[in-house]
């Protein structure tokens, strides 16, 4: 297993990470048993959130009596000082230690977050205040949007920048790391299949291990998952021209309006399945028209009750004009349906 070390920090970890929204779908001993093989497998840095449901406690039962083999990092969607240190300990109960190796503000999207976590009263102070009495060893930033991300690594106060990055969205690339790893940043990689939306893991695994600066957190939710990541990492790998043209391939069939799948539209007031429905094209693009319309058919009869109310789109890390979207995956589900009668 090829290993990086992040950042300044001096935190030595396995090159691939483990994403920790999966196991939501697991229950707990099935979630423990996979982490667990994941640590038998040589991966050592993990990461979750305050709030991926109950991803935290998972992990806490699988690392009871082996903290110290693991690299735990999470996150808090706070702004505020006292807020912020809630999660801290809410997080440090789940997770059944006293200390968090990275703790990150989570998803910070705008100047208004960004003013509140760095103003007096923020999350910033206080999060200091917790590593200096030890509670957290080191910490770092997630953030969806560039221009943030940016911002953020400039204040120099981050050890880490979690940024999406994958075959699809390689927008990081350019200025992004560099600016990261001139202040000597760790750099996480988050959405490394797209959220779901690249199929072949084993290509999109590939096509990160070409950057040898990157931690990647690859969510899994069964063995062959975990396998499959540490396989990459392991031992040689090439990328051939053939995989050149298939990523290529991916980027033509997606472009930059997706959907990545996080869920933080939802939900909708109106019981519109959002996230389903937005894979509407992707998911006719892979299977025929008919067979898309009987699979996808109850989801975007949903899409019908939207009242374009834009509540679903201000959520959106990624910006995307869902209602509009959606009106249009409706219409072409709609001449789907017509061509199938
Ligand atoms: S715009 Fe439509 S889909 Fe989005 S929250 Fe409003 S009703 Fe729901
Ligand atoms: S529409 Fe946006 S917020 Fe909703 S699941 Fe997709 S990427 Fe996430």
Redesign the pocket.
Same mark, same amino acid.
């Given at each position: 297993m090829q290993t990086r070390t992040l950042g300044n920090t001096g935190l030595a970890t396995s090159a691939v990470g483990f994403g920790g929204i999966p196991i939501i779908r697991l229950g707990r001993d099935e979630a423990a048993a996979l982490l667990r093989h994941a640590v038998e497998r040589g991966i050592t840095f993990f990461d979750t959130a305050n709030r991926y449901m109950d991803s935290e406690e998972k992990m806490g039962q699988a690392f009871a009596g082996i903290r110290d083999k693991v690299v735990i990092a999470t996150k808090t969607g706070m702004r505020g000082a006292k807020e912020a240190l809630e999660e801290l300990e809410l997080s440090l109960t789940r997770l059944k230690t006293d200390y968090i190796d990275l703790y990150q503000p989570h998803q910070v999207s705008n100047p208004e977050e960004f003013a509140t976590l760095m103003g007096p009263g923020g999350a910033m102070d206080a999060l200091v205040k917790a590593r200096e009495q030890g509670k957290i060893r080191h910490i770092g930033i997630t953030s969806h949007s560039l221009e943030m991300a940016r911002k953020l690594v400039a204040t120099g106060l981050f050890a880490t920048i979690q940024f999406p990055y994958n075959i699809v969205e390689t927008e990081a690339a350019a200025e992004l790391f560099p600016e990261a790893l001139a202040r000597d940043m760790g750099i996480l990689v988050m959405k490394p299949f797209a959220g779901g939306m690249l199929d072949d893991g084993d290509l999109a695994l590939r096509f990160l291990r070409r950057h040898p600066d990157l931690l990647v957190l690859a969510g899994c939710d069964t063995a062959e998952q975990v396998d499959q990541a540490v396989d990459v990492f392991s031992g040689d790998s090439v990328w051939t021209e053939a995989d050149a043209a298939k990523a290529e391939g991916y980027r033509q069939e997606l472009g930059s309006r997706f959907c990545r799948r996080c869920e933080y539209?939802q939900p909708? *007031?109106?019981g /519109?399945r @959002?996230t389903y429905a937005m894979m509407y094209r992707v998911v006719a693009k892979r299977m025929s028209p008919a067979k898309a319309v009987n699979f996808a058919g109850a989801t975007m009869e949903t /899409?019908r =009750?939207?009242?374009?109310?834009? =509540?679903?789109?201000t959520r959106c890390p990624y910006n995307l004009p @869902? *209602?509009e979207m959606?009106r249009e995956y409706l219409a072409l589900y709609d001449s789907h349906r017509q061509e199938a009668q």
């Open positions: 539209c909708c *007031p109106q /519109v @959002i /899409v =009750e939207c009242v374009d109310c834009g =509540e679903c789109a @869902i *209602p959606l």
